[in-house]
Each structure stands twice: as C-alpha cells, then as structure tokens.
C-alpha cells in the first residue's frame, strides 16, 4: 500500500500545478535498473516493449508471461510500477486484481479496444472499470486508456465523453493514446479532470509544454525500445565494419 500512495502523490502533486510525471517504459529488468537508477521515481511498463524484448507481436502475449515479466521488473527496482496489460486478457476482474497484486505491480493500464481491434461499447467499460476498482479498492491506481484516436481519427468530443465515464467509474487516470498536443487543452475544456496520460513521441513539445498544456503523466509505451534498439544497430553496423 506505500507504493500505492507513493504513486498516487506524484500524480496529484502534478495535477496540483507541478511538472507532468515522466514514467520511463522498462521492457525488462536490465532497464528498469537504469531508469530506477537515472533518478525516476516509477516506472510504467510498456505491453509492446515487453512483447518485443519476449520475441511476440504486439497484443498476442500470453498473459501467464506478460505478468511474469512485469513480476522481474517489480523485483529488479524499490520505485512504485504500473502495468500496462491491454485489455485484460479475458480475466474476470477479481482475478486480473489479484494477478496484478501478486505481480508486485501498483498500478495498471486496460485499454478499451475490444479482442477484435475495434472500441468496447464505452457503458459496458465503464462497468468492467468500476468492477475493477470495486475489486482492487485503493490497492491499485487504475488508468484508463482511450483508443478512439488510435481505432480511426476520433474526436475530442468522443474521447471527452469516454474519460468522463471512465473517471466516473473510478479510474485514477484517463489515457487518450495518441491524442496530439494540440488536443490536450481542449480535452480539458470538455470537462475531461483529474490525471491526464499523453503518450510523448518525437516531435511533440518538451515536456513543460505538455505539461501547460494539461498533461499530468507522460508515458512512451514502446518508444524508449525502438530508440535503445536503434543504438544496437549502430553498434552492430559497427561491430561488422571494425
């Protein structure tokens, strides 16, 4: 439960005016450390990172593995880890809770795509998050990621409407993936409150600027990977011209 609130603190203290929380994506333990290390005071696993690093599609991890490799990266740090495990894997919410618990992990991220790449209907989720949040009560922060950007140009208005559900059933954090920067101010002035997760990728403002913005958390999902993989092909370039 310290780590819970340790969690919870750094996003309120954010929302109270502060700089946005940057959460680092370790995909394994070896990265964890670094960024534990780096002086980051938690961590948000990627599920397409630690897809990757386990040799899976993005989406097609077995769940028995994905909680097996949040689990080491738990171990590996002191800091508080959040999770990111898609859309649940199928569990009913009183055993996705307890897996997650038992993971170490304090946090989780469920998105609301369905298994077939489109949007749940968004009162059937909001029910699965309350079922959730009823399950875990204060023991874990809930995020509720938003996929109406990523399944088709949605809208403003639409992600506004979801977040507001979402935040209504009990979720901590809401998580519009892949929402531009320009649309965080007017997220806010559709009434979308409390934390609000960006998803930073090359090119966006700085992270001051998000935070002006509206942003209270920044997250990379599998960017930092694809960026420390870029590195190893240039290593390995190299290693084949010496």
């Known amino acids: 439960m310290s780590r819970v609130r340790e969690l919870r603190a750094l996003h309120t203290a954010v929302h109270a005016g502060g700089r946005p929380l940057v959460l680092p994506g370790p995909w394994d333990a070896a990265s964890a450390r670094v960024f534990e290390e780096a002086g980051f005071p938690a961590l948000a696993t990627p599920s397409a990172g630690i897809a990757a690093a386990l040799g899976h599609e993005d989406g097609h991890t077995p769940a028995d593995e994905m909680f097996a490799a949040v689990a080491r990266i738990v171990r590996a740090v002191s800091v508080p880890v959040t999770a990111d495990l898609e859309g649940g894997y199928g569990l009913a919410p009183e055993e996705l809770v307890e897996r997650v618990l038992e993971s170490g992990a304090v946090g ?12 749940r209907d968004p009162e059937a989720h909001a029910e699965r998050l309350a079922a959730v949040r009823a399950a875990a009560g204060p023991a874990l922060f809930l995020n509720a990621r938003i996929d109406t950007y990523l399944r088709g140009g949605g ?60 942003a209270t958390r920044i997250t990379f999902g599998q960017g ?17 011209r010496a």
């Open 108 to 119: 989780l991220n469920l998105e609301d795509s369905d298994r077939t790449g489109g949007l």
């Open 155 to 214: 809208s403003v208005d639409e992600a506004a409407a979801r977040a507001r559900r979402y935040r209504a059933a009990g979720a901590d954090c809401v998580f519009p993936i892949l929402a531009p920067a320009a649309d965080l101010p007017r997220l806010r002035a559709a009434g979308v409150e409390g934390p609000l997760n960006f998803l930073a990728r090359p090119g966006d403002p700085d992270f001051a600027e998000l935070g002006r913005l509206g």
């Open 224 to 240: 930092l990977l694809l960026r420390t993989l870029a590195g190893v092909r240039e290593l390995a370039d190299g290693l084949l």
